[in-house]
Structure formats: structure tokens, C-alpha cells
T-cell receptor
């Protein structure tokens, strides 16, 4: 959805570098998520936030950190990038109050390559 | 923790053939959602099932939720090349920390 944007769309970096992936949404949703997608492994949850003051680890949070700067912004940081963090990263949002509970609206993704 | 298994991992069909992907959860689910990801794209929500034994249809797509709310299926009748993509199920067990657990997805390719 154009309502969920991610920057950058592609990023190549070197081992040991700190990088930040950013996500913004105009859907007015409280809940935001970061997923990682690897071939054959599906979508794995890294971190999620149910409101600005709420941050929770997902199943694969090691090596990552997040910041919820505002309701509309949720950033993912790799403190010291390593090659096995090469993947496609998706941000998603959801609204717990809608009829379709927690339907995920995904951004276009960021393809990250760590050399 | 909750696990959602999805099979098959890959399915190649001739255009016009039917296709089914199956999803099984290790725990009883509150609801299950299905998503489609076109090649090079992002996952897009298709449908949500909530009730035990629920069946929903979207044109050639039929979605089922098992009686025990632990399994689900997506069936496509007479596949078309536009059906190509990866289909994911995602289940939730509800609760205060409400979040989805995605299956690994089924990649469908269609030979015209």
C-alpha cells in the first residue's frame, strides 16, 4: 500500500556498519511491525509496537533494535550489520479496532545486502 | 510458542488445473488470515476466517477454516497465470499481545 512507505528501498552495506531502515504510515494505525523475509523461511517477526510507548521483541530480535518515534514512524536499526542479515525487510501496520482484526498492511519492502 | 506449518512449499501447475495449499497450527487459533505476494511485491491481505468450519469464497478462491480452528486451506479452481505468487497463511491465538504467526508460504507457479 502507498499508505505505508519504507526507505531506502535498496541498500548495500558492509559488515560492521550501522544502518537504519525507516517506515512511515498514513493509515493512522497504532500497531506497527518489522518482518524479515528470506527464501523458504517466510515472514519472521523482528519487533512489533502496539503504540508509541510499547516495544516488543519478535522471534528474531537479536542484532536488531527499533525506535517508535511517533504513531506514524517505526525504524529498524542494525547496530553492526553482518552478512546473514542480508534479506528483504518489510514494515507492516495494523489496526486492532477494525472488523478484520489485525489485518497487516505491508510496505513495499527494503532489500538489504550486507557484504 | 505457536507454530504455523504450511504445505506444500512449492507447487507448479498447468494453467487450468486446481491448486490447494494447507495450513496447520500447533495451537487453536482465534482467526486465520491469508495473504498473497506477487513476485517482486509485498504481501497483500486476501481474507480472514474467524468461525469454526467457516468457508468463504472469492471468485475462484475458496478458503476454509477447520472445525477445531487449527487448520485452514486455500483452494484455487482453474488456475490462471495471474494467480502466480506466494500464498501465506497467518494465524493468531488472540490474547492481549495479539500478533500473527505466518506460515512459510506456498510458491505457486503456473505454466500457460
Amino acid at each position: 500500500d502507498a499508505d505505508v512507505t519504507q526507505t531506502p528501498r535498496n541498500r548495500i552495506t558492509k559488515t560492521g556498519k550501522r544502518i537504519m531502515l525507516e517506515c512511515s504510515q498514513t493509515k493512522g494505525h497504532d500497531r506497527m511491525y518489522w518482518y524479515r523475509q528470506d527464501p523458504g523461511l517466510g515472514l519472521r517477526l523482528i519487533y512489533y509496537s502496539f503504540d508509541v510507548k510499547d516495544i516488543n521483541k519478535g522471534e528474531i530480535s537479536d542484532g536488531y533494535s527499533v525506535s517508535r518515534q511517533a504513531q506514524a514512524k517505526f525504524s529498524l536499526s542494525l547496530e553492526s550489520a553482518i552478512p546473514n542479515q542480508t534479506a528483504l525487510y518489510f514494515c507492516a501496520t495494523s489496526d486492532a479496532g477494525t472488523g478484520f482484526r489485525d489485518t497487516q498492511y505491508f510496505g513495499p519492502g527494503t532489500r538489504l545486502t550486507v557484504l | 510458542g505457536q507454530q504455523v506449518m504450511q504445505i506444500p512449499q512449492y507447487q507448479h501447475v498447468q494453467e487450468g488445473e486446481d491448486f490447494t495449499t494447507y495450513c496447520n497450527s500447533s495451537t487453536t487459533l482465534s482467526n486465520i488470515q491469508w495473504y498473497k505476494q506477487r513476485p517482486g511485491g509485498h504481501p497483500v491481505f486476501l481474507i480472514q476466517l474467524v468461525k469454526s468450519g467457516e468457508v468463504k469464497k472469492q471468485k475462484r478462491l475458496t478458503f476454509q477454516f477447520g472445525e477445531a480452528k487449527k487448520n485452514s486451506s486455500l483452494h484455487i479452481t482453474a488456475t490462471q497465470t495471474t494467480d502466480v505468487g506466494t500464498y501465506f497463511c497467518a494465524g493468531s491465538n488472540g490474547g492481549s499481545n495479539y500478533k500473527l504467526t505466518f506460515g512459510k508460504g506456498t510458491l505457486l507457479t503456473v505454466n500457460p
